[in-house]
């Protein structure tokens, strides 16, 4: 077994941030640098080791996960919080995702950031972004998953806005900011819960589970469920937030206002992922709460089918991408939903692969038409970028789920444990195959007007159509191969520890708890069923896009036409409430609170008079008020003589 410490996985972006800032801000004042190449294996080599510490330590790692206590860092008499680390089967496999696809991304950037004024602040951001991650998914405490919970939520806002020469990436940043506060309140509430009914202590994971497991063998169960509903539901709101379900899902399609590595890391790797995980993470108390359950299958079906079919009226590519992420995230939780936690991480993983290559691959094509970012512009890039074409057709095949490519065996996974998970099972899983048609429409209708047909932009921007450099094409091939193999380590043919196997520890128990009375269905027919819907969206595009002349596109990329309302659908609701809210305002501080300071005169007054009535009483003659001190005792006695001689 390998000596190495799980410190080393965050230390080495870590070290990569600081060392990056303070080059970033002592070359700030100059004209002279470190060149562009000495910066670019920086910003790699830190990913890169961190990847490899994972790897290493995934080889060696026992069946009952490592567990290291760094420090003590809270010590008070009512919390008391360790800084330690946690790795098992489930962070085993977030942080191979996440250091290795990040790894990639960051090689990828250095070719599209060539130029830009703040190349080393980007990498900067990046390191730091993926040390955040490290954190949220190494914790062994809800605590410490909250620290890089918020740190990862503090980078998205600097790199979305990390152009902030314009004022929408302003917007956007800001955007992204104040959404994902509003759900961070739950995640907060949700600890307060839970060390309401169980102390600090119960914030570590490993005294989580005790908890639970002590409640359950000891028939306590009735007493506190109505708290870890109420704990389950704020930390759900806190996911909907990070994970952009109903309704906090406005900030990620805007969130394409940074550059498109930023885009690809977000959607991929790191942020969108961390709601999963913490479902995932807290398996074995949202087991307990069936109806909490329930509420996360219907906002994530919801969610899934409202952004399919957003997703049809984008002319942005990576507008189309963005409400592909939100859908495709629907579907993970819709599978926790169902208690299938297993299957839910699998198409977070799977996702990883296909999502990055798309997005790096339309961050090629972006690069090569030199910012334009409008699908109406494009048109038979196939022949002019053809890497880039190919990388983006295999990843195309496996988030529409066709046979044999990653998504075909993680969706259809999903689906199965939808149809089987009870009463309401085939409602869910007719829902989800609908999404799935959508799914594969939009797709279609992306890699048709990107790279089929005639070029539908200028003649001179036409001669400047070029294949990306290499240090962009090999993480796109590398994200592809993994788009076509990702799937195939749930099966148990291939001679490896399967995923399956890899999550029983973790999630096992909680998942064998829930009992489903469903009929057992042969699998064949949800695959068969599967690649019909895949087959069905591809022949309506097709249909539909084929061979349709495209309109000339002006001005902004917005969606148009009666439509375009239900993209902005939950930004409206979200202004009605804005609105509300100034009303109530305006409402408190115009007449409540004038009514409140009448009140407070009023009372004053009253007082007052009452104060002056009584001192009008303290006169200077001590005979008058020795006479009205006698009077007052008189009154005193005959009032208790007349009430029954009670003294």
Known sequence: MTNLPLWFIPLFPLIGTVLLGVIAVISSGSKKGPSEGFIGALA???????????????????????????????????????IGFLFDGLSRIMLLFVTGIGTLIALYSIGYMHGDRGFTRFFAYINLFLFSMIVLV???SLLLTFLGWEGVGLCSYLLIGFWNHDVNNCKAANKAFIVNRVGDIGFLLGMLVLCTIGGSAILNYDSL????????????????????????????IGCTGKSAQIPLLTWLPDAMAGPTPVSALIHAATMVTSGVYLLARLCSMFVLIPDVLTIITVVGMLTAFWAAVAGLFQNDIKKVLAYSTISQLGYMFMAAGVAAFDASIFHVFTHAFFKAALFLGAGAVIHSLAGEQDMRKMGGLAKKVPVTAGVMLLAFAAIIGLPGFAGFWSKDLILEKLYVSGPMGPFFYGVGLLTAVITAVYMSRLIILTFFGEYRGSKESEKHIHEAPACMLIP?????????????????????????QALEPVVGAAQASVIHAAAHVNPMVFAGLGTAAALLGVA?????????????????????????TWTFLFDIIHGWFVALTNIVAWIVDNCIDKLVQFVQWLIAGIVEILGDGAASFQVRKVRLQLALSVAGVVALVVVVLLTGGLI
């Open 44 to 82: 790699v080599l830190f990913p890169a080791l961190a990847f490899a510490s994972v790897v290493l330590l995934a080889l060696n790692m026992p069946a009952e996960g490592l567990r290291s206590t760094l420090c003590n860092w809270i010590d008070i008499p009512m919390l008391k919080v360790d």
């Open 209 to 236: 589970a005790a908890f639970i497991q002590m409640i359950v063998s000891g028939g306590h169960v009735d007493i506190v469920i109505p708290f870890l509903s109420l704990a389950g539901l704020c930390f759900f």
């Open 138 to 140: 190494l914790s062994d």
């Open 540 to 564: 309506i595009a097709y249909v539909k896009f084929g061979k349709a002349r495209i309109p000339e596109a002006k001005g902004s990329s917005a969606p148009t036409g009666k439509m375009a």
């Open 476 to 500: 796109m091939v590398l994200l592809a191969a993994g788009a076509v193999g990702a799937g195939y380590l749930w099966a148990e043919s291939i001679g490896l520890t399967t995923f399956e």
